[in-house]
């Protein structure tokens, strides 16, 4: 009797742990932009309807771990894909340390910022699937519409913040602009053309 007793007991306890888990289990239908208070700079984060969790650039330190761990279910080491605008310590450093505790499935990088592509020789994203985009590239996943408007491919400028990725996300109706730190004029120059 004891022995069943304690088999219930641990059958209990084992659901309860496991518990939290099934909703990453169960294919999701929502869509979440979450925009993280990291100080100077920028952090922001999807999770798709695919389950797709995309984090597009940082913060200036250690911040967005905290911010992830805070929207992330606890067991889930899991960043599908990490987009840093450009180079900049304020958009970039919090990436570097979410690389170090977390799986990342792939980054996509500013075809013209040579700056970023230094950190990668750096051995920042040695072992992930790297890819460069520019204008004109089509990222979408399922019914989210992920376009990039910046820069043109062949872009070039003396100011890094010019060369920063610009991507239009959509999703039924809701539009949301990441410009990184392009200049007033950049925007309007991408989103126009």
């Known amino acids: 009797m004891g022995e069943k007793l304690s088999m219930r007991y641990f059958v209990v306890v084992g659901a309860l ?18 925009f993280f208070s990291v100080g100077q700079g920028d952090a922001t984060m999807f999770e798709f309807p695919s389950g797709e969790r995309w984090l597009i650039d940082g913060g200036p330190d250690e911040t967005i771990l905290v911010k992830l761990g805070q929207t992330l279910p606890w067991y889930s080491r899991r960043v599908d894909v990490l987009v840093p605008t450009h180079a900049d310590a304020d958009h970039i450093t919090g990436l570097i340390e979410v690389s170090r505790r977390y799986d990342i499935g792939r980054v996509y990088l500013s075809a013209d910022d040579a700056s970023l592509k230094m950190k990668i020789l750096q051995n920042l994203w040695q072992n992930v699937p790297v890819e460069l985009i520019a204008r004109g590239d089509d990222l979408s996943i399922g019914d989210v519409s992920i376009e990039v408007l910046g820069p ?29 730190d392009a200049s007033q004029e950049r925007e309007l120059e991408f989103v126009s053309s």
């Open 152 to 180: 043109p491919e062949g872009f070039v400028s003396d100011d890094r913040n010019d060369l920063s990725v610009v991507l239009l996300v959509e999703h039924e109706g809701r539009k949301f602009l990441l410009t990184g």
């Open 17 to 34: 742990f496991l518990l939290p888990m099934i909703p990453d289990l169960v294919p999701r239908e929502d869509f979440r932009a979450n």
